[in-house]
């Protein structure tokens, strides 16, 4: 019979994907409309994102509000994605984020928010108080349609 071994403490490190341009030349996050512009270009074309599902991203912003990049936090079902806030705020605590912007996708088109997507945005906005990492806005992005928590006094 063969022992197993124990396994071995872990060496871990953070690594970008691809080169980031320098700060002045990021994206600023100045509202929804941003947001989204973003989302279609950088979230809705990577090869994680399925948009016959919801999916989470997370945009992580510094302090100047410039997107210094993101994360796919979950890829889910039809109806619904799955996002605790370990690990929205995963990625930004490791990117050392000032902010960020919670995003997902209604594969149905209406962007309205559902009681689940409301808890969420209350959940992540209280751990972000938490850790001091700002939730600016929870954007549902739609089909040619968009839904904002902040622009809707939500947040």
């Known amino acids: 019979m063969q022992r197993r071994r ?23 996050m100045d509202g929804p409309a941003k947001a989204v512009e973003y989302w279609h ?16 991203a997370v945009l992580v912003l510094n302090t100047r509000l410039r ?4 994360y796919l936090v979950s890829v889910g079902s039809l109806n619904e994605a799955m996002a605790h806030p370990r690990e929205v705020f995963r990625v930004a ?9 919670l995003m997902h996708n209604h594969p149905s088109g209406d962007s309205n928010p559902s009681e689940a997507d409301r808890a969420l945005t209350k959940r992540v906005r209280e ?3 938490l850790l001091r990492i700002e939730l600016c806005d929870h954007i549902i992005v739609g089909h040619q349609r968009r839904f904002s928590f902040k622009e809707n006094g939500m947040i």
Not at 41 to 56: K, L, M, S, Y
Not at 67 to 70: A, D, L, N, Q, V
Not at 93 to 101: C, D, E, G
């Open 6 to 28: 124990k396994p071995e403490p872990q060496e871990w490190k953070v690594i970008s994907l691809r080169e980031c341009p320098s700060p002045e030349s990021l994206m600023t």
């Open 93 to 101: 605590i490791m990117a050392a984020a000032y902010a960020i912007v």
């Open 67 to 70: 997107i210094k990049g993101h």
């Open 127 to 129: 751990a972000g108080q």
């Open 41 to 56: 270009q950088h979230i809705a074309t990577t090869a994680g994102f399925n948009a016959d599902v919801e999916c989470v």
